[in-house]
């Protein structure tokens, strides 16, 4: 019977060393999950921080606009169907420009064309020294 009792007793301590060791390992796991947690708090709000900061400025800019001329430049871009069409514009036939196998060479003539026009118009209106013809 001692026998017994003594592989009892050394099973029970065996089970207390058993649960404290469960216990030690329980509790660095939650204080590790509560140092991520933490960590991970403190890198959200920085983000908050950050993100309301940026916000923040978009709006201050937006503030700082003149929303009248805002809309006055926007009414100028926009063609409305049926409206006014400036003579620059009826007097030009359409044309659709098709990008050759060349990329930007390809455009090479045609732009020398526009500008010895530009610069033939120049010289009609200006002479040498830069000064305009009457």
Do not use: C
């Not at 065996?14 to 509560?34: D, G, K, Q, T």
């Not at 709006?59 to 400036?86: C, H, N, Q, V």
């Amino acid at each position: 019977m001692t026998a017994s009792v003594i592989i009892a007793a050394l099973a029970m301590i065996l089970l207390v060393i058993i649960a404290v060791v469960a216990l030690y390992v329980l509790r660095e796991s939650v204080s590790r999950m509560s140092e991520m947690l933490n960590r991970i708090e403190s890198r959200t709000r920085a983000a908050e921080r950050h993100q309301s900061h940026a916000l923040q400025t978009v709006l201050d800019r937006l503030m700082t606009i003149k929303w009248e001329d805002f809309a006055a430049i926007k009414s100028l871009d926009e063609d409305e169907e049926g409206g006014f069409t400036p003579p620059t514009y009826a007097d030009e036939p359409e044309s659709v420009q098709t990008g050759g196998d060349w990329g930007s060479l390809s455009t090479l003539h045609e732009r020398m064309r526009l500008l010895d026009n530009e610069q033939e118009i120049l010289n009609e209106d200006f002479d040498e020294s830069g000064e305009p013809r009457r």
